[in-house]
Antibody
Framework: EVQLMESGGGLVQPGGSLRLSCAASRFTFSSYWMHWVRQAPGKGLVWVSRISGDGRSTGYADSVKGRFTISRDNAKNTLYLQMNSLRDEDTAVYYC??????????????WGQGTLVTVSS | DIVMTQSPDSLAVSLGERATINCKSSQSVLYSFNKKNYLAWYQQKPGQPPNLLFYWASTRESGVPDRFSGSGSGTDFTLTISSLQAEDVAVYYCQQYYITPYTFGQGTKLEIK
């Protein structure tokens, strides 16, 4: 079965940086768009960013544009989210997710368990 | 951005009864070229990641019980559970993937009455 496993979360001070990783397995990673979605404690889901299978196309929510960078290493089957200039409001569980359809925009059929990022002084 | 609005925010239904959750988008998510609605539904239980129930508004994901159904088109969508089971207690989200940012509804918390 498809597996996604996030890592890299933790406690960071406002203005700091963190890099999240999402290790993918049991599917052809390079064939799928991948996304990051976050969820603040007790709150709803918020889409953060996406990247195409070849890494050439990316997109970001306005709230993270210019501060976060999504990337991937298809040789390592790993997705990344570089987060800079972190703010209190970035505190959340961050999920990586795979699209259900290789050929079109789609819902997200596989999600990791999430990694908690806490921004606090 | 497309705003997704779910109603109600919370819902209490008796076991075996029907539960209905609505989702309205601020603009159509129906792509005229392929006649597909770019709308998904998720179920999230406490401490777990979301679980995809439907995509293209009404295409049931593998493994989802057939008591769940998705319907609607354009801007108005509905998730229906025909006969509520105890394991259906969760928060349900709709999401549009028509255009980035891929916005979610605020969630509907479903409980047992």
């Amino acid at each position: 079965e498809v597996q996604l496993m996030e890592s890299g979360g933790g406690l960071v001070q406002p203005g700091g940086s963190l890099r999240l990783s999402c290790a993918a397995s049991r599917f052809t990673f390079s064939s799928y768009w991948m996304h990051w979605v976050r969820q603040a404690p007790g709150k709803g889901l918020v889409w953060v960013s996406r990247i195409s299978g070849d890494g050439r196309s990316t997109g970001y929510a306005d709230s993270v544009k210019g501060r976060f960078t999504i990337s991937r290493d298809n040789a390592k089957n790993t997705l990344y989210l570089q987060m800079n200039s972190l703010r209190d409001e970035d505190t959340a569980v961050y999920y990586c997710a795979r699209v259900a359809d290789q050929h079109d925009s789609s819902g997200f059929d596989y999600w990791g368990q999430g990694t908690l990022v806490t921004v606090s002084s | 951005d497309i705003v997704m609005t779910q109603s109600p925010d919370s819902l209490a239904v008796s076991l075996g009864e029907r539960a209905t959750i609505n989702c309205k988008s601020s603009q159509s998510v129906l792509y005229s070229f392929n006649k597909k609605n770019y709308l998904a539904w998720y179920q999230q239980k406490p401490g777990q990641p979301p679980n995809l129930l439907f995509y293209w508004a009404s295409t049931r994901e593998s493994g989802v019980p057939d008591r769940f159904s998705g319907s609607g088109s354009g801007t108005d969508f509905t998730l229906t559970i025909s006969s509520l089971q105890a394991e259906d207690v969760a928060v349900y989200y709709c999401q549009q993937y028509y255009i980035t940012p891929y916005t979610f509804g605020q969630g509907t918390k479903l409980e047992i009455k």
